[in-house]
């Protein structure tokens, strides 16, 4: 039989071409255009008003925004939130919906279903359920004795608790995708090591520590970085609940990019702190990979 | 067989050609787009003008498309800055406007008002030219901002006797209904509006209209008046009081002005400051009435009669847009017979002169055009007319950080000034 070589660009380039235009033409062109705009001042009315600035925007955002420096703590804070809360919650569940359980396909729709309704509905719902004089939280929450939990309301107006309301509705809308990646990565083990376990006399809890969290290494790894990077780009949970507020105690780098570059029609400005959430976000990425050791192989 | 060939294909082209060229024969069918951010009060009266037009111009068709009103000042600039802006647009943000006609985005109406202007007052002048003196927007409602609202049942049940003669007899009625575990007050402090309403309302006993447009206007860094003058401070010291006083909650900086109007409307609070758009707004069973915001002893506005008086609802006209097609179209629709329609359905006051018959006002609206008449100073939406980074940013957000202690008064006085200023001067 005779062989028959094809180079890449006659062969596989082809059929990845398609993607790779999209790929450029809606990823890479308007992030290069982006990253452009960030070394002009631009009102983005008309292109006739583009002023070079250089660094001047950077230097603005670094030294004399303090409303960036909150935003990026806000987002560490959500990153932190989504590692620590999204990911353990979404684990703990994993493993209990790994046990013979009546219906437990069900419970596994149920628990990712806030995963799949649009964050935007989840904001204006939430909206309306925080709502001080109108919501129902208020009143559901102190007739089943959560009296101490009774106003989240109150605390959405505390400039210091808001952020972490927002914070518990990001963790449970995002735990259920946490559960996905964790139960995928539970159907792996091998299910011999469970049996050689049992044969030894090991106890479920010390099958879990002993076999399934390590078993689960690449998966942490996984569930860490889509929390992460998602926790970067929160925009629609601070946008529709506070506005960013009160004052800007609930201001995310998303959010203040949009009240920069479009609201205030400081495009340019906008721009820089778009590249600059885009570096934080690359390098978180890099730390996660390095020290998670994803992407080496065994 | 050539020959047959050549003969068929020329009668082909012909008939094409000729079919192409009758279809152009026909009366110019145009279409204007029109986005329209207003429609959750206006809707059914602009539904029944643009009826109306397309009755009488049939070869022009509006494309009438519906704007989240919050939404309408991003989703617009965007349009204009590549070209797709619409035909005929709403009105936002003035600051907006103005940079959008410098920018050559919307069409100078000076035409338009040589042949029209004596439709609209002179008081109009604010909103419909740039300050560089160009026309550039049609109004097509006229509003006031100078009354409270208040809820009729919870005043007689508490003996609170109305109308107020001065703010401290308004601080001595907020004080009884709190004492009687009645929410005396409620505004939206999430966005910049309804908490900037009651602000300006102090700024203009503090300050008076000539000097917020003198602020307004500003054009140079080291002029005019400042944010830190006293009388802007003394004005933020009366809005912070309401919260601090306990009248109105501090988790307004939760809520935005749709929600904030719900517990008026339900019972739950007394007071409700608003322009003059809510009256039509509010529930018909609702038992509502109204006072003359109270005048503050001791400040400026106490013998003066300054308040907004607003010619709003603007529309402006794309650069692109078919001239004579929008003209025809801005015409019809400013007719005063047309600008009854915006009375009858929505009851909104028409910006055209004599509209609407005097005698067919309700008295709230009576009261409304009587300060129209009787104002002696007036100045336009302050975070409206201020670049953006000052009205929304500075002093929008400034609202939500004053009444949660985040930042103090003079804090909030020295950050408005240095922001002013920065943007004075890169301008």
Redesign the interface.
Known sequence: MQKYKTSFIKGPALFVLPALVIYVLFLVIPLMGSIGFSFFRWSGISLNDLKFVGLQNYKTIFLQDPVFWRALLNNLIFVGGAIVFQCTIGLIVALLLEQRLLFRNFLRGTYFLPAVVSLTIIGIVFEILLNPELGVLKGLLGRIGLGYFANPSQWLSDKNKAIYVLLAIQVWYGFGWSMFIFVSGLKSINPELYEAATMDGATGAKKIVYITLPSLKGTYAVAILFATLWAMRVFELPFIITRGGPGHATEVLATWIYSKGFTYTRVGYGSALATILLIFGISLSFLIFRYTGMGKGE | MKRRLLGVTIICVLGISLMLGTSSLGAQEITLSFWDRETAVTGPATEALIAGFEKENPNIHIEWRKVPYDQY??LA??A??VGEGPDLGSVCSMY?TW??LE???IMDLTDWYREYGDRFPLAADPYIKSPGGVYCTIPLAMHTMKHIFYNVEILENYGIAVPMNSWGEFLEACETLKNQGVTPA?MG???YAPCEHWWQMFLTETVGAAEINSMLYRKYPDKGPRWTDPGWIRSLKYFLELFQRGYI????????WA?SI??FTTG?VAFFFDGSWLAGMLPPEFNWGFFEFPHIIGELGYTRNDGVVAYMSQVQVAATAPRDAAFKFLEYWTRPENQKVRWEKVKEIPATIGAVDPKEFDPYTRACVEFAETCTGSYPWISAVLP??VG??ALG??Y??L?????TIPELSKKLEEVHQRVLR?E
């Open positions: 000042d991003d600039k965007m204009y800055l907006t940079e959008l920018k050559g985005c409620t402090a999430k966005e909650s501090k988790e307004a900086v939760t809520i935005g929600s719900l517990p739950k953006p980074e929304l940013d957000n400034g939500g950080s009444i949660t202690g985040e930042t890169e």
